[in-house]
């Protein structure tokens, strides 16, 4: 599919109105998206757990205009209070959408937006934000034209999703999704993400991801100020090409269940992904010294226990302890013991590989 196959040309009939709502969850990448080109087209493929219990639950009411409007029509509320200050991020949104879909300002719209977790944890809410909108928008169209095939709606969802935030686009499907073109994933494209098409060992069934909280504040350095500095970064050429190499070194790893290599792989990544911000100009930090405490600490653990516990990281000092379910019991014992005094208030997230997003119907 091109991006010609998403511009709909579909239209609102006069006096149409309802409500749709969607769950959906974040993500946490295994290989990092990190350096973007023009139009939210990704620097290198890459691939992510989907979360369960981080997610973004989203209203969409909408009411057709009589007159089409210049300006978007809309009204915006974050769990329960009018939110000003999201308004330009939903703008922006709506504008890269726009050529997409020929109805949108035919509409007035209310949009109520809750999280699952706490605004001020550190933990990013765009996948999660910028999935679920995109979805009741793809839902609004699958109702202007009843006979859309599933598959469409799921891709161009996606389509959606990443205007708004790269790796939102992630967030559709479950429970392994991958996004950008790569020669050995059959039918993968930069401009949306597809559920993982290869076989996947049962040790990654329910793999665990508890988030440890280092920092709740705002992020010194946004992740858009980030993907630009990849722009003549050094490092650039070369960091595009280990994450094509990676990823199809996991294909095998994903296959036969190998933890060993997908250790090294997801940690590597990791880091990866902050030596670059090190190296970039201006160059960053956003691991705090806690971050690195921890990262020792579960490796010291790892070599002790004979476990299969790892971490990676996004763009932010906290943590994800990744862990294969058979191994809940000891490794969360260890976060108990050892790491929550990490963690900013000892707050941290119990989290697991979800199926994405859903609708709530008749919720609302
Ligand atoms: O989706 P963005 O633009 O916020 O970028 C996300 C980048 C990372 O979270 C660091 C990596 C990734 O692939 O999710």
């Known amino acids: 599919m091109t991006e010609k196959d998403f511009m709909s040309k ?4 006069d006096g149409i109105g309802g409500k749709v709502a969607f769950r959906s969850p974040s993500n946490i990448a295994l290989i990092k998206y990190w350096g973007k080109r023009e139009g939210q087209v990704p620097a290198n493929p890459s691939i992510s757990f989907t979360l369960e219990t981080c997610a973004t639950t989203t209203g969409l009411t909408y009411k057709k205009l009589e007159k089409a ?10 769990e329960g209070r009018p939110k000003a200050d999201f308004r330009p991020k939903i703008e922006t949104f709506l504008a890269r959408i726009n050529p997409y879909m020929a109805f949108l300002k035919d509409f007035h719209y209310v949009i109520e937006t809750s999280n699952s977790f706490p605004h001020s944890s550190g933990i990013a809410s765009s996948a999660s934000g910028m999935s679920a909108l995109a ?15 599933p598959d469409f709606f799921k891709a161009k969802a996606s389509f959606l999703a990443r205007l708004g935030s790269g790796s939102a686009c992630r967030s559709i499907e479950g ?14 494209s930069d401009y949306f993400a597809l559920q993982y098409p290869y076989p996947v060992h049962e040790v990654f069934n329910n793999y665990q991801d508890t988030i440890l909280l280092v920092d709740k504040g705002q992020k010194q350095v946004s992740s858009t100020v980030g993907h630009d500095l990849m722009h003549g970064h050094p490092f ?13 070194r996991l294909k095998e790893v994903f296959a ?63 943590v994800h302890v990744l862990y294969p379910e058979s191994e809940k019991e000891i490794v969360l014992q260890f976060i108990k013991d050892e790491l929550i005094v990490y963690c900013e208030n000892g707050h941290y997230i119990c989290d697991q590989i979800g199926q994405g997003a859903f609708e709530l119907k008749g919720t609302v």
């Open 10 to 13: 579909t239209v609102a009939k």
């Open 256 to 318: 036969k269940g190998d933890l060993d290599n997908f250790i090294k792989i997801v940690e590597s990544e990791a880091l990866t992904l902050h030596a670059m911000m090190m190296t970039s100009m201006p160059y960053f930090i956003l691991m705090k010294p806690n971050t690195l405490e921890i990262i020792n600490k579960i490796w010291e653990f790892r070599a002790s226990s004979n476990t299969h516990v790892c971490f990676t990281l996004d763009a932010g000092a906290n």
């Open 175 to 188: 429970p392994i999704v991958q996004w950008g073109q790569h020669k050995d994933t059959e039918g993968s």
């Open 69 to 78: 409007v210049p300006d978007f029509s809309f009204e915006l509320f974050f």
């Open 236 to 248: 650039a050429e070369q960091r595009f090409k280990q994450a094509h190499s990676n990823l199809s």
């Open 135 to 149: 979805l009741c928008f793809m839902e609004l169209e699958r109702t202007l034209d009843p006979t859309m095939d």
